[in-house]
């Protein structure tokens, strides 16, 4: 027996608060991939459709920041072939896509260590920064060699730095002046963070700007993330009462 999962629309979540920004911890694709017979990688490629799919859906219900895991600082532990076949995937999505996003005024930044990058992936990403930067209908984070903990370990480097070559006080150091250091800077955080294929974990994403942020975990493998499970975890979203610390209104 299969059981039909019925999916919220666009006209569920049209009367509601849109959240500004997005954060997804794409998951599952290697799952997904195992379940079919099929290699890790072809997991990997189905998921870049699923990131298609939910890019179109992030417009039309018009939120404006949209950051996606791509690829965290713990995932070089993987085998190399697997490993490359992904930083490869990631070339291949920017040649493929980028003048179509371009055109659909979406600004395409990478956040995580660039330095860490192959010379050839940085240039990638660093020319799909420059052509849209001034792009602003969708502002498309993709973390890419990015570990929330190495995030703020590089802030407070740079605040230690400007501390001493006295260009700053100490005192003068508060959560304004930390998250300007943060890769996010300038952006609001994620109001609603979405991981798919059920792990209960941060997995070491957007340490310091999830902190409020409301959690939607799905046990959908993210090949087979639509636009439905967004609108679901929308639909979710709409009906949390944030309280920030305070009380129910
Ligand atoms: C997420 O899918 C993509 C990356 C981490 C790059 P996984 O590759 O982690 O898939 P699972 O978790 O092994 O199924
Ligand atoms: C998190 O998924 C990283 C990305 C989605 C890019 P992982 O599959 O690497 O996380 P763990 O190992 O299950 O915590
Ligand atoms: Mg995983």
């Not at 079919?36 to 699923?50: C, D, I, S, W």
């Not at 639909?235 to 305070?246: E, I, V």
Request: glycine residues 8%; proline residues 2%; hydrophobic residues 45%.
């Amino acid at each position: 027996m299969t059981t039909e999962i019925k999916h919220h629309t666009i006209e569920d979540i049209a009367g509601g608060a849109i959240p500004r920004h997005i954060a997804v911890i794409m998951d599952g694709n290697g799952r997904w991939a195992t379940a079919k017979g099929m290699a890790r990688l072809a997991g990997h490629h189905a998921g870049v459709e699923a990131l298609d799919e939910v890019l179109e859906t992030i417009k039309a219900i018009g939120t404006k920041y949209f950051t996606v895991y791509a690829f965290s600082t713990e995932n070089w532990r993987r085998p190399a072939d697997e490993v490359n076949g992904l930083m490869h995937l990631l070339v291949e999505y920017l040649d493929k896509k980028i003048a179509k996003l371009h055109a659909e005024g979406v600004c395409v930044r990478v956040i995580g260590d660039r330095s860490g990058l192959s010379e050839r992936v940085r240039q990638k990403v660093e020319n799909a920064y420059a052509l849209t930067k001034d792009n602003d209908a969708v502002i498309f984070n993709i973390a890419l060699n990015y570990g929330g903990r190495q995030e703020i370990v590089h802030a407070a480097r740079q605040l230690a730095q400007a501390c001493a070559a006295g260009e700053m006080n100490w005192q003068d150091i508060d959560e304004d002046a930390f998250a300007a250091h943060l890769d996010t800077a300038g952006q609001p955080d994620p109001d609603l963070l979405i991981r798919s294929s059920g792990e209960l974990r941060l997995s070491n994403f957007m340490l310091w700007q999830v902190a409020y942020s409301e959690i939607w975990i799905t046990d959908t493998l993210w090949p087979d993330f639509r636009a439905g499970d967004l609108f679901d975890a929308v639909f979710a979203f709409q009906k949390r009462d944030r309280r920030f610390g305070g009380l129910k209104k």
